[in-house]
């Protein structure tokens, strides 16, 4: 059960392993693009390549879905960036439902784990394979791995990273379910486990630039929104996207906001404590791209 791109290296080794795959679930197609035709999932090419039967369903609990999926007897289910499922699909094989997630749990339980672990600024990070259960990535862990995150690692790059180390995870899970060694750890509860720190979904409001901030913050948001949905500015009243940028951090006291610029070659923020100088962004009604192009050709108000 998956939707993404992020799912679909986990299904290629599950796949390539020789599981018996009765089904892949993944969402309905959905209108995109400027013609906004029907458009299939990551997931669903990848299964109709390799000839895997699809289910779509609409509603999680239709009981045709419901009916379907108890004719297939799977022994486990396996969800990689899919939805919220009911007990009544998630309880229904014999060896449960397991997750793969983007963090170490109980860190980062939520929508957007790998966006809030940079823009929080953090060093490391990981997956986990864990049993589904009532509550929202609570449940027993199985298997878990850490990824380091770099200085200038944005949430495009980490995704990547985790995409692949994930998968590998997943199928080290399911063959030790299979052998009968896995082990399962219980996660903490929330009032045992002060240091837990939540993902939720990312809103317009948290991509919105505060140049009252320390630049270091200012520059871990843009990292942790790269490159989607991306953190934003305002420029001549126009939306700015920010894909990348440097941080330069001085002793200065320049009025938060303040645009410094040679109209050439760079183009530079003031923060609390320095600069943010853009590297990569994307002006409203324009191309994404380098500041030195946006420069040569940019005619409005700096």
């Known amino acids: 059960m998956g939707t993404p791109e992020f799912a679909v290296p986990s299904l290629n080794k599950l796949y390539e392993a020789g599981y018996d795959i009765v089904a892949v679930v993944t969402a309905p197609d959905k209108p995109a693009g400027r013609g906004m035709q029907l458009t299939e999932s990551a997931v669903k090419k990848y299964a109709v390549q390799k000839k895997l039967p699809v289910l779509q369903p609409e ?164 990292r942790g929104l790269s490159p989607y949905p991306s953190a934003f500015t305002y420029l001549d009243e126009k939306k700015l996207k920010i894909f990348s940028a440097e941080k330069e951090k001085t002793n200065q006291s320049d009025e938060p906001g303040k645009i410094f610029t040679d109209n050439k070659s760079f183009l530079k923020f003031s923060a609390k404590d320095g600069f943010i100088s853009l590297k990569e962004i994307q002006l409203e009604g324009k191309k994404r791209m380098n500041i030195k192009d946006f420069l040569r050709g940019y005619r409005g108000k700096l």
């Open 59 to 222: 509603k999680l609990k239709d009981p045709n879905f419901i009916q379907t999926l108890q004719s297939l007897k799977a022994d486990l289910q396996v969800v990689v960036a899919f939805r919220m499922l009911p007990e009544v699909v998630w309880n229904m094989p014999p060896l449960g439902t397991i997750n793969l997630h983007a963090s170490l749990l109980p860190q980062y339980r939520g929508a957007a784990p790998i966006n809030w672990a940079i823009i929080n600024g953090e060093k490391e990070t990981g997956v986990t394979t864990f049993k589904l259960q009532h509550e929202i990535d609570t449940g027993n862990i199985l298997l878990q791995e850490k990824i380091s995150i770099a200085d200038n690692e944005t949430a495009g790059s980490l995704h990547d990273k985790m995409m692949y180390t994930g998968a590998d995870v997943l199928l080290q899970t399911i063959r030790q379910i299979e052998d009968g060694t896995i082990k399962e750890t219980p996660q903490p509860s929330a009032a045992n486990f002060q240091q837990s720190t939540q993902a939720p979904k990312i809103f317009n409001e948290t991509c919105k630039i505060d140049w009252n901030q320390p630049v270091n913050k200012i520059y871990n948001l843009i």
